[in-house]
């Protein structure tokens, strides 16, 4: 089985404040004209991430490299920021951090830990380097440009370590870049460091299922050709032009439309399984520094993500999402069979107030308050629709975000913007690299020199 996507919710004939059912047929026109442009953007060779599911070249370079380093590591120590992350945060959190926690190395299978340092926060990064044992480390550097400020801030801090202990940076240090362009890629030929390919033409926050996340993924012990496998199958689901056979065409046309049409400027991701949790980080990433942008002088558009976790936020951001303004759409992410259960005891028969939970089970409690919540969430008015998967595996992963991958790139096409660049980021990193004296840089320090500065009547301490 694949992942289902369930929109009842998201339509006005269920729920008054979704998307009116004539809309969503008539945004057909709407929908086949982004399809179209997407794939024309494919077919030109510009969008390299629908082609990550087959390029057996990527998954040798990885599988050669994780065969021939299994059982020398203790700790993989990832370095990189926003896509470089995120993704591998998601794919360890989902797929190994549940059943290992507290597990020592023998447990794991002698398979190592990974930790992911994605930021410059000092006191992070030196608890980090303290904490893991050098000669038992591998230092993955992923830098698709190998000019980020903050990965290549971590990575001479970590050279220095490996260098001050004598140990060989041949054994400890993996950088994950562009096949020819950037800072990493000479200093890999230079040395003789194992580098594998970000390919040129994908993105950093689509970047998940090429290296950036199947190396580290691999290290984990996790099957990458089935992450693929689920991936393919969802670029092979996604083919029609046909919204109504289009899951992913679906879910970013009823998101657009509630945007544009109904004010519903707030996409609220909210997974129901705790293995999931970074799933909505990472959906955060990929949608709002892909559709927030500026389309001209003044016409600003892009919804704002949310991320959420069930049963958790019930007890906090719930009360908003069904009293506060009528502003947002929430996804639930919901997974048919844990992997597994525990139940729940009977006891207390002489208080109501527990006595009913017994004979039921965790996971039960957590499916029903998920659907008691999408419920209640209806009666307001409020509009919601359910992605489930089957289970938590990598091949439902990898159909998970190639849905979400895919359904942001027609989502770019129907806002009219380019999901695939991120220029309004542009401007805080030339700044920086103009206050930490890059070369290049220094008319926009002298930009920075001439903005407002704080005034002193206005600083309370």
């Not at 440009?145 to 801030?153: D, L, N, V, Y």
């Not at 991320?307 to 992410?333: C, I, N, W, Y």
């Not at 004296?437 to 020199?449: D, I, T, Y």
């Amino acid at each position: 089985m694949t992942l289902m996507l369930d929109y009842t919710f998201m339509l006005a004939d269920a729920v008054s404040g979704g998307v009116a059912p004539e809309a969503f047929a008539a945004a057909q026109g709407s929908f086949a004209a982004a399809h179209a442009a997407v794939a024309a953007r494919h077919a030109s060779g510009e969008l390299g991430f629908f082609d990550l599911p087959r390029r057996r070249d990527l998954v040798a370079q990885v599988l050669e490299y994780a065969a021939r380093v299994r059982g020398t590591y203790r700790d993989v120590v990832l370095l990189g920021i926003g896509g470089s992350a995120l993704g591998p945060l998601a794919l360890r959190n989902a797929l190994c951090a549940p059943q290992w926690n507290g597990l020592d190395d023998a447990g794991r299978g002698g398979l190592p830990r990974l930790h992911v340092l994605d930021n410059v926060d000092p006191l992070t990064i030196a608890a980090v380097l303290d904490r893991v044992q050098l000669a038992d480390a591998l230092f993955l550097v992923v830098s698709k440009s190998g000019g980020t400020a903050e990965t290549m801030a971590q990575y001479p801090v970590v050279r220095a370590r490996l260098e001050g202990a004598g140990l060989p940076l041949a054994n400890h240090l993996v950088f994950v870049t562009d096949p020819e362009k950037g800072a990493l890629r000479p200093i890999a030929n230079a040395e003789g460091l194992t580098a594998l390919d970000i390919p040129a033409n994908v993105g950093g926050r689509f970047s998940v299922l090429s290296p950036v996340g199947t190396l580290p993924a691999a290290l984990l012990g996790i099957d990458i050709e089935s992450l693929l496998a689920g991936a393919g199958d969802m670029v092979h689901r996604c083919a029609s032009s046909d919204l109504a056979r289009n899951p992913a065409g679906v879910f970013a046309t009823l998101q657009w439309l509630a945007d544009t049409s109904g004010g519903k400027h707030v996409h609220v991701l909210m997974p129901y399984a705790d293995p999931l949790r970074e799933m909505a980080a990472w959906f955060v990433q990929l949608w709002a520094e892909s559709l927030g942008k500026e389309r001209g002088a003044g016409d600003h558009v892009g919804p704002t993500p949310v991320p959420a976790l069930g049963a958790t936020d019930q007890h906090s951001q719930v009360q908003l999402f069904m009293e506060g303004s009528r502003d947002k759409t929430v996804t639930f992410l919901a997974v048919e069979t844990p992997a597994r259960d525990v139940r729940i005891p009977g006891a207390h028969a002489d208080v109501p107030d527990l006595a009913y939970l017994g004979g039921h089970s965790l996971w039960e409690l957590l499916n029903i308050e998920r659907r008691a919540t999408a419920g209640a969430l209806a009666t307001r008015g409020r509009p919601s629709m359910t992605i489930t998967l089957p289970q938590v595996d990598p091949w439902h992963l990898g159909a998970l975000m190639m849905f979400l991958e895919i359904a942001t790139a027609y989502a770019g096409a129907l806002y009219g913007v380019n999901a695939f660049d991120q220029p309004g980021v542009e401007l805080g990193k030339r700044y920086t690299y103009g206050m930490m004296g890059r070369p290049g840089f220094e008319g926009a320090r002298g930009e920075f020199a001439k903005l407002p500065q704080s005034n002193p009547a206005r600083i309370i301490g």
